[in-house]
Each structure stands twice: as C-alpha cells, then as structure tokens.
C-alpha cells in the first residue's frame, strides 16, 4: 500500500523560495502514477499546483506556472516542490497525491487514491 | 483559466438523499473529464470516494454513487449517515495534463 509524507520548512520568508519534499513508500515512483502537488489556504478550497511522473515529465497549474518546479529523484523514491517568489498569499497546507491509471475494456480509469497528511507552510517575516 | 463550479452549501436530512453537482466552465463535462470525487473533514487530508465518474474504491461506502447529469458530474449521497457531514469535492482532468478542482461543497447533515 503507498504512503505519502511530505516534509519541509514550517515558515518561509516572503520574496524567499518554499522547497517541500514527498517521500513515497510501499511502492515505486517509477511506477505509471503521476506524484501531484495539492494546496489549500486557511479556510478555502483544494488547489492543484502540478504533477510529475518518474521520467520528470511535468504539468503545471497556469496560474503558477511561472513561479513553481517540481522534480523528482528516483533513487530517493521522493519528488518535491519548489516555489519561488512567494508572498502571504502562498500560506496553506500541502499535500502530496499519487494519480494513477489503469486501462480496461476500451476505456481508462484515472484516480488520485493516495494522499499524504499534509504540512503547513506559513509565509511571514 | 478553466473554472470548475459546485455548489456551496447542501442541506439534508438524516437518511435523505442529496445530489451534487461539478460544472466546467468549458462547457459539458464528460467521462474524458474522468471525474472525482473527494470527502475531507476538518483537520484532515481528503478521502477519496469515486473515480473516473462512477466508480468505487475499495473504502466507498455503498451509499455514494457517482454519475453525468445534464452535462454535469454528480456524487448522490442516499441514506445521509450523520458522518457524512463534511466538504465534498469533484477534480476534472483536461487535455494537456491539466487538473482543475471544484471550489468544494458543504454538506450538512441535519
């Protein structure tokens, strides 16, 4: 059964760059998953930020885009986040995901099934 | 920017049945959206309930179900558990690898 735990820095610093890390266990992340990036603000909704398969493919959010990597190691069996430029705005909780597929009779089956706990990151001088 | 729409707020009763709703801003979802369906309770990470529209994981409780309505995706809840009472939301994938989350539903069991 995979698990998900990601760690990091609790508070980063505004203009400062957030650098987060999902250790995977129990499985592979050579497997055919895409290893996904969640956030949720204080008090509001889910927010995909990307995702990154074991060849290091990656998809981003539009909208962050411009300030966000994600990568991973193999031989760490973990992908992680950085996010740079960040302001109070970026203050949430996030959370790692596995997304995976399977294929059946003429049609696939998508399903983010596994979640980390989550790790809070304050932004704040 | 793609926009996906639930509705806030849903009241039920106790043993009732409850339908909601995840709209995209691009038009009809369909089953190349390959729909899902999250629970998270307060405190918690979210609880994966139905996969690529209508599909169950192995934890799902009987009582959810998913579908396409009306060019919609919908999670019906039927025979509303008190612990049911919790925030509900739908992702949709879109050609190019995006994935866009609903703003999330409350459901309120009462």
């Known amino acids: 059964q995979v698990q998900l735990q990601e760690s990091g820095p609790g508070v980063v610093k505004p203009s400062g760059t957030l650098s987060l890390t999902c250790v995977v266990s129990?499985?592979?992340?050579?497997?055919?998953?895409?290893w996904n990036w969640v956030r949720q603000a204080p008090g509001k909704g889910l927010e995909w930020i990307g995702e990154?398969?074991?060849?290091?493919?990656?998809n981003y959010n539009p909208s962050l885009k411009s300030r966000v990597t994600i990568s991973v190691d193999k031989s760490k069996n973990q992908f992680s986040l950085k996010l740079n430029s960040v302001t109070a705005a970026d203050t949430a909780v996030y959370l790692c995901?596995?997304?995976?597929?399977?294929?059946?009779?003429?049609?696939?089956?998508?399903?983010?099934?596994?979640w980390g706990k989550g790790t809070t990151v304050i932004v704040s001088s | 920017q793609t926009v996906v729409t639930q509705e806030p707020s849903l009241t039920v009763s106790p043993g009732g049945t409850v339908t909601l709703t995840c709209a995209s801003s691009t038009g009809s979802v369909t089953s190349r959206n390959y729909p899902n369906w999250f629970q998270q309770k307060p405190g918690q990470a979210p609880r994966a309930l139905i996969y690529s529209t209508n599909n169950k994981h192995s934890w799902t409780p009987a009582r959810f179900s998913g579908s396409l309505l009306g060019g919609r995706a919908a999670l019906t809840l039927s025979g509303v558990q008190p612990e049911d009472e919790a925030e509900y939301y739908c992702?949709?994938?879109?050609?190019?690898?995006?994935?866009?989350f609903g703003g999330g539903t409350k459901v309120t069991v009462l």
């Open positions: 992702l949709l994938y879109y050609s190019g690898g995006q994935l866009v």
């Open positions: 990154i398969n074991h060849s290091g493919r990656a």
């Open positions: 129990g499985g592979s992340i050579s497997s055919d998953d895409w």
């Open positions: 995901a596995k997304y995976g597929f399977r294929s059946g009779r003429n049609e696939y089956y998508y399903y983010m099934d596994v």
